[in-house]
């Protein structure tokens, strides 16, 4: 007898008010940004881009779309195998972020910079296992500074993708939850279920 998974975030009242906080609480912080920070972020990427640390070119690939592309594939895989269907679905469901991610780097961008992957990964990350969104965030933000670093591109654009990228998971969550109602990603069960 299978239990019924918790509703999608944004089909909760709770969840709707506490996107819509966060995403006018980001507003503020982005107009900062954007009139005093984006200067001096600037000059420190182009510091630590002409040092040739190899460090940030690492957690560059945080970011990737072709590196999630590739462990989104390895990782389906694994899961149909061993019959993880709950995983099999979360990773599913974390491609079609890669996919929203991309789009959205193209079009805040200009480029496949690869803060909005960032982003929906963590977003993901944090949905399916809850008590990992420290982590999750952590990587989104080293990823999204590593890729500030070697593209240039300004922090506030890199802010503003990232947070879209997030935005799209749950977006993604809400309508697979809508299509699929009995067989959605649950959230919080165990690796094997």
């Known amino acids: 007898m299978s239990t019924r998974a918790p509703r999608a975030i944004l089909a909760d009242g709770t969840g709707r008010v506490a996107v819509l906080g966060v995403a006018a609480g980001s507003l503020l912080p982005?107009?900062?940004?954007?009139?005093?920070?984006?200067?001096?972020v600037a000059q420190w990427a182009a510091a630590h881009r002409e040092s040739q640390d190899a460090t940030w070119?690492?957690?560059?690939?945080?970011?990737?779309?072709?590196?999630?592309?590739?462990?989104?594939?390895?990782?389906?895989?694994?899961?149909?195998?061993?019959?993880?269907?709950?995983?099999?679905?979360?990773?599913?469901?974390?491609?079609?972020c890669v996919v929203w991610a991309g789009l959205v780097n193209i079009a805040v961008g200009g480029a496949a910079a690869g803060?909005?992957?960032?982003g929906a990964m963590a977003a993901a990350v944090g949905l399916w296992q809850p008590r990992a969104w420290p982590f999750a965030a952590a990587a989104a933000v080293l990823a999204a500074t590593g890729r500030t670093v070697l593209l240039g591109m300004p922090a506030s654009t890199m802010l503003l993708t990232g947070l879209l990228g997030a935005l799209g998971a749950l977006v993604i969550e809400f309508a697979w939850h809508t299509v699929a109602p009995d067989a959605p990603p649950r959230r919080g069960e165990p690796l094997r279920s």
């Not at 982005?30 to 005093?36: N, P, Q, T, Y």
């Not at 803060?115 to 960032?118: I, L, S």
């Open 57 to 96: 070119h690492w957690l560059a690939l945080l970011g990737s779309p072709l590196i999630w592309s590739i462990a989104c594939v390895l990782a389906f895989g694994l899961a149909a195998g061993m019959v993880w269907q709950n995983t099999a679905r979360w990773v599913v469901l974390m491609a079609l």
């Open 115 to 118: 803060a909005a992957t960032a």
């Open 30 to 40: 982005l107009a900062i940004l954007v009139r005093f920070g984006n200067a001096p």
